[in-house]
Structure formats: structure tokens, C-alpha cells
């Protein structure tokens, strides 16, 4: 590997890292929403509205703690395991000792993330007195990953796993960006999101780095056999089954009648978001892949063309 082709991120991380920057941010307890409506499609469906109003304010906790949950598997199950692993010289592809000081600096990051989103957790039960319903184990990336890994030979799944990891880095980025943007909710919590994002906007660029380092040394068998699973991976992370298997859970938590409750899986199960190059991901993936220099592979372009804009180069 070329390490003159990576710009380190270690200097940077030491000046900016939320960890080092950021006061303890508090919870307020004012009129603003503690989830964004735009991002529950269940609060926004016609029946919800008309019958479950004074419901909105427990779906919308509930989704948060959702989305908490799912950031603390996303950092300390997933991100962590991978810059971990790098960083202590573990991984099957074998990385320069700036890039595993810098995949440190991940760690250190991600587990911090999900401490202060424990703390918001914590923060917010005690605020409203709502308890978590039970939460899901998992999230996309944990199916998505092994689907794509077990189709690959073995000396290629922690390559699998880097740029899993790397896709998921770049598209968190964009998704904490607009949820820090929403004056609908609370200060703290777009506050909180603005610190995640000021942190991921840097791991982003972190994983893209790695993946071209690993993908210029890549022989031209291993990039073809690994552009076969690509479309296996975003198949798996790009679906909505887990988010609707959730909604369905916190409808039967709902004291409305029968009917109602039928209407809402109905209006809810309907919502699905196909997989295309219109999902609103798939932009977010596309720049990553032409960033990482995966995208000028013929092979990557051919297995994904589903996915691309017609031009089939360029997000």
C-alpha cells in the first residue's frame, strides 16, 4: 500500500474530537420535539392523524430511543470491531501504522458517541416517563455484512467488511446532517446530532481512504469477486423490513380499537421505499464508491448498474 497516497486524520482528531471539545449536553424540557415527525412515517399517516394524535408524543420517544439504540450497535458492535481490529494490527489486510493510529481515534470516538447516547437515553426517561419498549438486537448492517461476506472466499471477507463499514460511515454522515438540521426539535438533540456529525464527517473520510489504499493494492480477481456481492450488501442494508417490523411493534402498544390499529399496519407496511437509484441513500453510496475509486472498476460499475444514474459513472 501506498501510504503516501493517505492524508493522517490524528492531528485533526486531537484538535477537534467531540470528546475533547463538548460539555455534557442536557436535555430541555420544552415544547420542541425529541424526534423529527419527517423520519416516523407512522406519526404522519392519515389515520394516525385523525384517530391517535395524543399518541404522537410516546411513538415519537420511543423512536428515539430506536434511533439511540441503533447508534450504540452501530458504534460499538460493528464500527468499533472493524477500527479495532485495524488498529491493533488484527485485520487480514494489513494497513500502515498512520492509518492504525488514526483507526484508534475511531474507536475512542464510537464508544464515546454511544456513551453520550446512552446518557440521552438516560436523560429522557426521566424527563417524560416513558420507558423503552423492547428494542431490536440488531440493525441493517448486522444482516447485511455476513450476507455479503458469506459469498466471498475467505481471504476477502475483512475486505467485505472494510468497505461494509465504509459505505455505512458515509451514509450515517449524511442522515445525522439532516437530522441535526431540524429546528423542529429540541436544542441538546441537534446539538447532540452536530457533535456526531462533526466526528463522522471525519471518520467518512477516514474509511474512504482505506478502502482506495486497499483497493489500488487489490488484484483485479479480488475487486471482480468482491463487485458480485456488492449489490447482496445494499440489498440487506438498505431495507426497511427492521423500521417496519418496529412501527408494527409500537402499534400494538396503542390503546385504539381494532379497526384502527388494522389501518395503521396497513397505511404503515405500505411506506416501503424500494431499492433503486432513487432511494435516498443510494446518492450518498454512489459518491462514496466514485471516491474511493471502487467506481472506475468495470466490474463494480457492471454489478451495480441498477442502482446508478444513467449516466452510470456519477452520483
Not at 483507526?103 to 437515553?121: I, K, S
Not at 476477502?156 to 460511515?169: F, H, N, R, S, T
Not at 450518498?284 to 441498477?306: C, E, K
Request: proline share 6%; charged share 20%; net charge negative.
Amino acid at each position: 500500500m501506498n501510504i503516501t497516497d493517505y492524508p493522517p486524520i490524528a492531528d485533526d482528531w486531537e484538535r477537534r474530537a467531540t470528546i475533547r471539545t463538548r460539555p455534557r449536553r442536557l436535555l430541555e424540557n420544552d415544547d420542541k420535539l425529541i424526534y423529527p415527525l419527517c423520519r416516523q412515517p407512522l406519526v404522519l399517516s392519515a389515520t394516525f392523524i385523525e384517530h391517535c394524535a395524543q399518541w404522537r408524543d410516546f411513538v415519537l420517544v420511543q423512536s428515539f430511543y430506536k434511533f439511540i439504540n441503533d447508534v450504540v450497535i452501530f458504534e460499538t458492535e460493528i464500527v468499533d470491531k472493524t477500527a479495532r481490529s485495524i488498529a491493533k494490527n488484527r485485520f487480514s489486510l494489513p494497513f500502515p501504522l498512520a492509518c492504525r493510529r488514526d483507526a484508534m481515534t475511531v474507536v475512542v470516538d464510537e464508544d464515546y458517541h454511544a456513551l453520550v447516547a446512552l446518557d440521552f437515553m438516560q436523560q429522557t426517561v426521566a424527563l417524560t416517563g416513558v420507558q423503552p419498549l423492547d428494542l431490536p438486537g440488531q440493525i441493517e448492517l448486522s444482516h447485511a455484512l455476513p450476507a455479503a461476506q458469506a459469498q466471498v472466499p475467505a481471504h476477502l471477507q475483512d475486505a467485505v467488511e472494510l468497505i461494509g463499514v465504509a459505505i455505512a460511515e458515509n451514509t450515517v454522515t449524511h442522515d445525522v446532517a439532516a437530522f441535526a438540521k431540524d429546528n423542529s426539535v429540541k436544542a441538546s438533540i441537534r446539538g447532540l446530532m452536530a457533535d456526531h456529525l462533526f466526528d463522522e464527517g471525519r471518520h467518512a473520510q477516514f474509511w474512504t481512504r482505506l478502502v482506495r489504499l486497499y483497493w489500488q493494492s487489490a488484484t483485479p480477481a479480488d475487486r471482480d469477486s468482491i463487485a458480485q456481492v456488492l449489490p447482496v450488501f445494499l440489498a440487506h442494508y438498505l431495507t426497511n423490513d427492521l423500521q417496519n417490523t418496529f412501527n408494527l411493534h409500537l402499534i400494538e402498544h396503542l390503546e385504539v380499537s381494532p379497526d384502527i390499529r388494522h389501518a395503521l399496519r396497513e397505511e404503515v407496511t405500505a411506506l416501503a421505499f424500494p431499492i433503486t437509484c432513487q432511494h435516498p441513500l443510494v446518492g450518498n453510496i454512489v459518491g462514496f464508491l466514485q471516491h474511493s475509486g471502487m467506481l472506475q472498476t468495470p466490474a463494480v460499475t457492471h454489478a451495480l448498474r441498477d442502482y446508478l444514474p444513467a449516466s452510470g459513472s456519477r452520483p
